[in-house]
Structures are given as structure tokens and as C-alpha cells.
């Protein structure tokens, strides 16, 4: 695979800017316990956490720290047990689940480690999935999709299903789809985890520059210590608490330098 070379924005960017622009992603005291009595578990101990607007921020730390429970909290997937996630004035914690169905459709995007795509769709259907259940004409779906898939570098592959595609090509195209609705923030969890190295890197390139290139801000959650070089701000999880933090030096605070 080769690096894509810096295209020019994507269809769907056309538009004048996406409402993407405004409102950090504030997470104020978050616990999550789960199951009950002798046997619960604490993966949340208490978390507080800013992702600015266009910020990209690395979660990292060992096995059962709490990484993915944290992002699926962060994301509206998982309601914790106490704490807020307040984004664009709403607390995300306190929204009914038709609300936040809709809000994870609309304004978050988010990538799982296996991507997770349609088998039997085609690569551009897959991307085009979350326009689609947002009610987008098809054509003019597939048409921001194929922008997307072009500026990822699988101009030409639109046809083929995941199954015709290679990990680093198939793992692409979520990105393609994490970002085809013109999100807030992106999530990934471990999204190179099952690529080998250098596609892994090039995944989190095109991943890193396309989430820029749609001003939204990324979350990636990674084992990878060279993963999170390319990120511009790292917190490091333990026993359910952010333990650390750093900057990557070369990057501007809201991780925008290279716009
Ligand atoms: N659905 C669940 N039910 C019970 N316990 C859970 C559940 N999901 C996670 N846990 C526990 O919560 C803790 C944090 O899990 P989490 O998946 O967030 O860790 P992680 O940092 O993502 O780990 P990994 O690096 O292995 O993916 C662990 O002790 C785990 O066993
Ligand atoms: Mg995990």
C-alpha cells in the first residue's frame, strides 16, 4: 500500500464548515462499577478529561486499566455508573437512548478494532452505511463516501467487499465511514491493533490527517507507544484512574499545526 497523497477535500467538506467547529468534550467524575457485590469490578475510578475541539489524544496503559470503557463512556455507548460527558451543552450521561442512537449517528464517530464492516456490502456502501440511516439521498451518499475512499487512498476499490480487501485497505474503509457524517470527535479503539506494523502506521496516518482534514477531534486508545508519537496529547490510565499525562512536543495544543 502506499501513502495517499494529500487530496483534495472530500465532497461532503464542500459544504462551509462542518458543525464540528465548537465545544470541547468535557467528562467530569466518571465511575463505572460493574456487576454487583463480591464480584464487581471498578474500571472506572473516577476520570476527569477535556478533548478540545480538533485535539488528538492517546489513551494508553495496560490490560483492564479501563482504556475501552473509558472511550464507550466518552462515546455515548456505555452510560457510566456516576459522572457527566457534556458535549455541545448536553450531557451525553443523561440523554434516553433514542437521543443517543441519534448523536453517535450524527456528531461522533467511532472505529473497533476489527472494524467491524458489512461482509456483504461493498467497500463505498460501507463508508456511505452512516449517511444512509441518516436519511441522505443514496447517491449523494456514495458520492461523499467515494470522496472519503478516494482521499484514504482506495480511489478505484469501491466495489469490493471487505472480504476482497486487505486489513490495512478494510481498516480504511472504517475510517472512511467514522468520519464520511463529518463527526465532532472520532473514536478508535486499538484501531491498528490487528494490522502489522508498518500498515498499522499508515492506517494511523490516514486515520490522524483525515480527521484534521474534517476538523474533528480523535480519541485512539493503543498499546502503541509509536501510535501515540502521532498524537498530540497521551494520558495514561491505571486501575481506572488517568495516572499521567504529556504533550508531544512538536504539536500545537489543539493538535491543528498541520492544517
Ligand atoms: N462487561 C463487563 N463486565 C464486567 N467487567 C468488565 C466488563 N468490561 C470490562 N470489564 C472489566 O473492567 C476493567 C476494565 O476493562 P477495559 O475493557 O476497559 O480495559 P482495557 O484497558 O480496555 O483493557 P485491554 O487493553 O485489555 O483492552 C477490567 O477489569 C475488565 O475485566
Ligand atoms: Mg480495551
Known sequence: M???PVPARPPSLAAPAAPSA???????GLVQT?????????ALA??????????SLAIMGPSGSGKTTLLHVLAGILRPSAGSVTWRGRDI???GDRERTLLRRDELGFIFQSGRLLPELPAVE???LP????GTPRDVAERTAAGWLAHLGLAGMERRRPGELSGGQAQRVAVARALVGSPGVVFADEPTGALDQATGAEVLDVLTRAARTAGAALVVVTHDPGVARH???????????IVDEFRAPQAAPDGRSGR
Open 22 to 28: 465548537g465545544g470541547a468534550l468535557v467528562a467530569t
Open 93 to 95: 450521561t443523561r440523554l
Open 2 to 4: 502506499t501513502t495517499p
Open 131 to 134: 449517511l444512509m440511516l441518516a
Open 34 to 42: 460493574y456487576g454487583a457485590g463480591a464480584t464487581a469490578t471498578t
Open 231 to 241: 498524537l498530540s496529547r497521551t494520558v495514561a490510565m491505571r486501575d481506572g484512574r
Open 46 to 55: 473516577g476520570v476527569d478529561l477535556t478533548v478540545a475541539p480538533g485535539e
Open 126 to 128: 460501507n463508508a456511505a
